[in-house]
């Protein structure tokens, strides 16, 4: 009979360590549409259509789809919320510094989409008509940064930093754009960048 007591101890302890998280992860991207949908985020493309994958970073699909080029920076993000959640709490559960990690990632999406970031990425970058994400792109941004949350998790710190090395210089050499450009042309914009993303 103790044994059995254990096992179902010990079965129980593993449902709650990841049951949680999950809901906690489900809460957190309901409550993040929702909030998408009043500061007026549409659901889907103004086209009608549903893609997955939208190939050309300067189509009028991109960020409206659920993935494009800049996914890839979104799975940056996840790359760095791993290495600074493992420096900063390394004893709490990995389930929940994904929740924690999507939380970040889901308040730069609500950020993103506001009023004040649209209209500095329409005055300061390459993003001319940029109108914001869909939620459904939104969406696709938080799946990307759990996955590279999920990546450093199984990569290692060393082939976690080659990873962000190799996707920020094939970003910038297809795409003439990268998330270190991203953060440059928001903070302090130079129009020698603007001028060569846009040629």
Known sequence: MKPQ?????????????????????????????????????MWWSKSGEIQFWVNDAWS?????????????????????????????????????????????????????????????YREATAALGYEGDTIFNSFGDLVSCGLGFWLAYYL???????????VEIAMVLIIKDSLLLNVIMLIYPLDSIKAWQIS
């Open 5 to 41: 007591t254990n096992q179902k101890a010990f079965s129980t302890s593993a449902f709650s360590t990841i049951a949680f998280p999950i809901i906690a992860l489900i809460t957190l991207t309901i409550a993040t549409c929702l909030i998408l949908y009043s500061q007026g985020r």
């Open 60 to 120: 009028s699909e991109t960020s409206q789809q659920f993935a494009d080029p800049y996914s890839f920076s979104h799975m940056q993000h996840g790359l760095l919320f791993f290495g600074l959640l493992y420096w900063l709490a390394p004893k709490l559960g990995v389930w929940w510094r994904l929740v924690i990690s999507t939380g970040i990632e889901a308040a730069w999406e609500v950020l993103e989409n506001s009023k004040l970031i649209i209209d500095r």
């Open 156 to 166: 290692g710190f060393w082939k976690t930093v080659m990873l962000f090395v190799v």
